[in-house]
């Protein structure tokens, strides 16, 4: 809000004489009712897009300014830093106006829609609009042009030129991007901030793709971006994690409480918070939200649809008809991203367009993540000996981790072994058959499970060995955070592993159902300390050399940035 309303202010010092102070440059704008009226609009925009209440308060002084200025903003509309507004009365916003910044207003404008059916404009930056200009529909006013007084618009102008007459035309190029009516030119890196609706459906602690969610919300650039997080989920999941960790990094997060498997109520509520914020880009990441953001798409046909296939399930029969409404949603979308070439490749096969397509592997904050920061405390809580050997086993417990496997090779290992256990950690709807399943092999003080931890980087610092027995993976977090924790890593040869996991240098890869490959790969390098170290090594290496989540961040910005010029 105070970056904004500075914004404002510099307006005046650009019309003023340099010398002036800034306590005269304050003065006069307190004085002007457009700056009166733009900090009323500021102060109540700032509690609205953070969802906190105002009302009645909020209607009162609105209503007042309205009186003493004429100008009416309301608090849902989206304004870019630096506006000036020349003279008193008759400026109109319409609530779902977008304007970008550094733009110059005059007395009697209007922003609206046509007769009360459709949206309003789009303006850009760097935008004059004279005295009594009218601006209708649904259309887009490109940056760094003069719209004439007395001025209607009501097609899409391009940038850099004058138009002006009644239906506006072009009548001029605008070759001086510093008029003197509005001598701030803002850098040709700035732009109004993309907003963007991250939209995912999970339940209780969701998994690796809300790692990656709620990270790149967290370190998204904020100068360009607003990152506002959608998640569904079920009425009856009590144990849902995700939006009390999104609100504790100051993250903007919304709930939207799923009846039944698709309830229209849901889709008017993400509806709703597609015209709150003026979403820009529709990012869903999952089959529901990804065919949710199809249709609504219909309703904002401007909106610009991404997807992230975090998986791609081709021959589950319970997963056909998620996989058909996918296929259907996704030919409209603008841009995918796959996590990993393979499942590119599985997305190619089922018939997705490859210039659609781009490759961005998952990645990890290789700072955060590094053995250094944390004194491991699991041995000393389980009562496990300093001598004794420890693999994890961390995911959800569902039917995709072969979990079924993973007991048969605890059970050869352990057999081999005997200082060994196996800890699960993470929680799933097939827990209680697999606990019930270790008690029938005897196997319930070596094979332990966790639940859900908050304290990843612990159990990680505290494992001699990371494993899974997976049937079908992206490119798991999972292994990323294993390897940045110099945890020597054995796993199935699925998906994208193979791109993160180079066989022999920095992990194992075992084929899928391979119980006793996998049973000796994890005990060549428990029984053996210096390949041990060497694997450790290399995966500290690999991570930093190829997984930055910086890296990726800047990947899946400039994806935005690409979507956002389409047309």
Request: hydrophobic letters at 40%; glycine letters at 8%.
């Amino acid at each position: 809000m105070f970056e904004n309303l500075r914004a404002d202010l510099n307006r005046f010092a650009e019309e003023t004489d340099s010398k002036n102070s800034s306590f005269r440059i304050f003065i006069r704008g307190l004085l002007s009712q457009g700056f009166q009226a733009l900090f009323v609009y500021r102060f109540f925009r700032w509690f609205h897009v953070r969802g906190i209440p105002t009302q009645p308060f909020r209607f009162i002084f609105e209503r007042f300014i309205e009186i003493i200025t004429g100008i009416s903003i309301p608090a849902e509309t989206d304004i870019g830093k630096g506006l000036r507004i020349h003279h008193f009365g008759g400026v109109i916003f319409h609530s779902h106006v977008k304007m970008g910044e550094h733009c110059t207003i005059y007395h009697e404008v209007t922003f609206g829609d046509k007769g009360g059916w459709g949206e309003p404009p789009t303006v850009g930056n760097n935008v004059l609009i004279g005295a009594g200009a009218k601006i209708l529909g649904d259309i887009t006013i490109g940056d760094n042009v003069i719209i004439g007084a007395n001025s209607v618009v009501t097609k899409s102008v391009p940038p850099n030129v004058i138009v002006g007459g009644i239906p506006a035309k072009i009548i001029g190029e605008n070759k001086s991007l510093d008029h003197k009516n509005n001598s701030t030119t803002p850098p040709s890196s700035s732009q109004r901030k993309i907003n963007v609706l991250q939209c995912r459906s999970t339940y209780t602690t969701g998994g690796g793709p809300d790692k990656t969610v709620l990270l790149a919300a967290e370190k998204h650039d904020r100068d360009k971006f607003n990152i506002i997080l959608m998640y569904m989920r079920g009425t009856d999941d009590t144990e849902f994690q995700i939006a009390k960790w999104a609100r504790e990094k100051g993250l903007t997060i919304h709930e939207v409480l799923e009846h039944k498997k698709l309830d229209l109520k849901n889709l008017r509520e993400i509806h709703q918070l597609i015209r709150t914020y003026h979403i820009d880009i529709y990012h869903a990441r999952d089959y529901k939200t990804c065919f949710i953001g199809y249709l609504l798409s219909k309703i904002h046909p401007r909106m610009k649809l991404v997807f992230t296939a975090h998986g791609w399930v081709v021959d589950s029969t319970k997963q056909k008809l998620y996989t058909w409404l996918n296929l259907f949603s996704l030919k409209k979308y603008h841009k995918m991203i796959a996590v990993s070439h393979a499942t590119k490749q599985l997305m190619l096969d089922s018939g997705l367009d490859s210039k659609k397509i781009t490759v961005v592997h998952n990645a990890i904050d290789v700072e955060t993540w590094t053995r250094e920061k944390v004194t491991p405390t699991l041995r000393a809580e389980l009562q496990i000996s300093s001598t004794s050997k420890i693999v994890g086993v961390v995911g959800r417990l569902r039917w995709e981790k072969d979990l079924q496997s993973t007991l048969n090779v605890a059970e050869k290992v352990i057999r081999e072994r005997p200082d060994t256990y196996f800890i699960l950690v993470g929680d799933g709807p097939d827990r209680a058959e697999l606990e019930q399943q270790v008690r029938h092999r005897g196997l319930s003080e070596k094979v332990l499970f966790l639940g859900f931890r908050k304290d990843a980087m612990n159990i990680y610092a505290s494992l001699d060995l990371f494993a899974s027995t997976s049937l079908m993976e992206g490119t798991p977090n999972t292994v990323l955070e294993a390897l940045a924790m110099e945890v020597p890593v054995v796993y199935t040869d699925v998906g994208g592993v193979h791109e993160m996991i180079e066989n022999g240098y920095n992990g194992i890869l075992c084929q899928v159902g391979d119980v006793d490959g996998i049973s000796q790969a994890i005990l060549s390098i428990l029984c053996d300390p210096e390949k041990a170290n060497m694997l450790k090594e290399n995966g500290r290496k690999t991570i930093c050399q190829k997984f930055s989540f910086t890296n990726r961040l800047k990947t899946v910005e400039a994806i935005y940035e690409e979507v956002m010029g389409m047309h």
